[in-house]
């Protein structure tokens, strides 16, 4: 089983950026579909992006040309690009690694760092 841990997270004005690191450990990623999710306390949690094995991307339309993931399997980790921050992008922010489908249950999941959006 993977274990997942992010960083990066912050308080940054609208329009900055941030990146998102998640470290994998226990396991190599390589053969793991990798994704970012993130949660408002209240809501369910949604996937922001993804990153397939071969490197494919998907991601969510709110977030499409502003943000970018993205694997390095040599350092086992994956990176969440966060550019032109707005305060809707406030949330806890989650890694997770499953073996077929980001989208279904089970998986593994990092605990999850704040991002916080304002001035």
Do not use: H
Request: hydrophobic fraction near 35%; aromatic fraction near 8%.
């Amino acid at each position: 089983q993977v274990q997942l841990v992010e960083s990066g997270g912050g308080l940054v004005q609208p329009g900055g950026s941030l990146r998102l690191s998640c470290a994998a450990s226990g396991s190599i990623i390589r053969p793991y579909v990798m994704g970012w999710y993130r949660q408002v306390q209240g809501k369910q949690r949604e996937l922001v992006a993804g990153i397939a094995v071969d490197s494919s991307t998907n991601y969510a339309d709110s977030v499409k040309d502003r943000f970018t993931i993205s694997r390095d399997n040599a350092k086992n980790t994956v990176y969440l690009q966060m550019n032109s921050l707005k305060p809707e992008d406030t949330a806890v922010y989650y890694c997770k690694a499953a073996r077929i489908n980001i989208l279904t249950p089970g998986g593994s999941w990092g605990q999850g760092t704040q991002v916080t959006v304002s001035s």
